[in-house]
């Protein structure tokens, strides 16, 4: 029986777990706090920090091959176990997304359309960047941000004043793009082919995704468009393993947001929403074993619960409805923009979404 390392134990590895075992395949993961997620599913874990080299190494010689969970491993963490151990997707996607202006210079270089940027590291050059792109312009650490932490929206002269604190690190401005709608895409990529999940539309809300709604509303030329071009940068960049890609459509124009090689919380609803999910697939890539292309069962929507959601969501689960799959973490601290959970709806669109549903959770 073969073993899978997850560096990480957030909701993400748990579900790698889960679909692990759904493949006869074994799970251990690390992750710092002693009651993450996963290792409630888990067949063995450790609790160390991320540079806990020894920890790492034990980690890595318990499993035959090793993915992570989360963008931040450091490289120089990384790279070396890489030189060791059997950790297929490397450290370059990882590399190529841990720095936004990085992570969009490459997008670019490889034929994507992203929304105008520039580096920003002082008030020099915020001001002279705003000269170039416009107002309003967003205004992001190049480094760790997530869950939209770490950005301000910049819509007049007198904001660059409030921005300035948010340059003790580096920083890009992007162009503001007021996109119709917002979209993502999951791939999985071995050395032979790449499948894709179908293109959801995501609705965020305080920079947090709130909704994913399958199929994508943009029009099929458009969504088969972004398939294409996804799976030929994949491709041409070299990676393998999971990877995902955060787009604003705007009328027939695709702008690349941002990406990440890992499952994506707007892939969730591939669990019951297709015929195999985001973290199916990564575990047969992980494993050498054919990847299978998924179709989408039915319209599906995804709600996440956050901390405020969770009574509503424990709530829904107790009607055990049909076609209805209430995900719950198993997080001990619930704290509201906190994610703890997810439910999906298969076989509703997001119209049947706003009236049947909308109304049991936090506005
Ligand atoms: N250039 C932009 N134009 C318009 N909206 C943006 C832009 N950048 C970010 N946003 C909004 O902020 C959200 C979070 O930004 P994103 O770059 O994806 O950071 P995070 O890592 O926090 O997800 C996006 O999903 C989008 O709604
Ligand atoms: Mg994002």
Known sequence: MKTIG???????????????????????????????????????HIVAAYDDVAALDRLCRMSDVVTYEFENVPGEILIPLCGKYNIPQGYKPLYDSQDRLREKTNARNHGLQTPGFAAVDDEASLRAAVRELGLPAVLKTRTLGYDGHGQMVLKSETDIERALPLLTVPCILEEFIPFDSEASIVMVADRERVVSFPVGRNIHRDGILDLSIVPAAASQEVLDRMKAQSERFM??????????IEYFIRGGEIYFNEMAPRPHNSGHYTIEGCTTNQFRELVRYLTGEPLQEPCLVAP??????????????????????????????GK?????KRKMGHITFVGITGEEYERQWADRFVR
């Open 6 to 44: 997850i560096i990480g134990g957030g909701q993400l590895g748990l579900m790698i777990a889960e679909q692990a075992h759904v493949l006869g395949v074994r799970a251990v993961a690390l992750d710092p706090a002693p009651d993450a997620p996963a290792f409630r599913v888990c067949d063995d």
């Open 332 to 336: 001990t601290e619930s704290r509201p």
């Open 300 to 329: 599906t929507v995804m709600k996440n619960i956050l901390g405020q959601d969770l009574d509503a969501a424990r709530a829904v689960e107790r009607e055990e409805r049909p076609d209805t799959y209430v995900h719950i973490y």
């Open 235 to 244: 491709r041409e960049c070299g990676y393998e393993g999971i990877l995902a």
